[in-house]
């Protein structure tokens, strides 16, 4: 049987208030993947893999992106990926306008454009290779950068 936490439990690990969670999980934002009945005496249990959506949410709130954009980004991010990818494997990116994720291929894609493609460049690389380059065509020039 799957782990899961309790509501409260929820609450503690990821710092949001018990009236956030019933709300984010009643307007179906997100899911208590495990068990999530409705009605008094019962108790939503939520998976690992729902704490993580869960904070998440509460980043992207935090950085002012609006719950609407969450909701489409969510349910973008499940149809660009599928869902042989856990949300723990991909990295989420904000500028406070859009949602962008890293696909598995290292492509940048808007998830609140229907999975539009993003140009962008890691730049770590692109100095590795341009001092590799310039060392195979100056090796006299990075030794006397180095000195």
């Not at 599928?82 to 991909?90: A, H, L, N, R």
């Not at 890293?102 to 993003?118: F, H, P, R, T, Y």
Request: aromatic share 8%; net charge neutral; with cysteine.
């Amino acid at each position: 049987m799957q782990q899961g936490y309790t509501g409260p439990e929820v609450c503690k690990i990821t710092g949001i208030t018990y009236r956030q969670l019933d709300h984010w999980t009643t307007s179906s934002l997100i899911n208590a993947s495990i068990r999530n009945l409705k009605g008094s005496g019962f108790h939503r249990i939520y998976s690992f893999q729902d704490i993580i959506q869960i904070k998440l949410v509460n980043k992207l709130r935090e950085a002012g992106v609006s719950l609407q954009k969450i909701r489409i980004a969510l349910k973008n991010i499940e149809k660009v990926l599928g869902d042989d990818i856990s949300i723990s494997d991909v990295s989420v990116f904000s500028d406070g306008k859009s949602i962008y994720v890293i696909s598995d291929n290292d492509q940048m894609i808007d998830l609140l454009k229907k999975g539009q493609a993003v140009f962008g460049i890691s730049l770590g690389p692109v100095h590795s290779e341009a001092e590799a380059k310039i060392f195979s065509l100056y090796p006299d020039k990075v030794s006397a950068e180095n000195a």
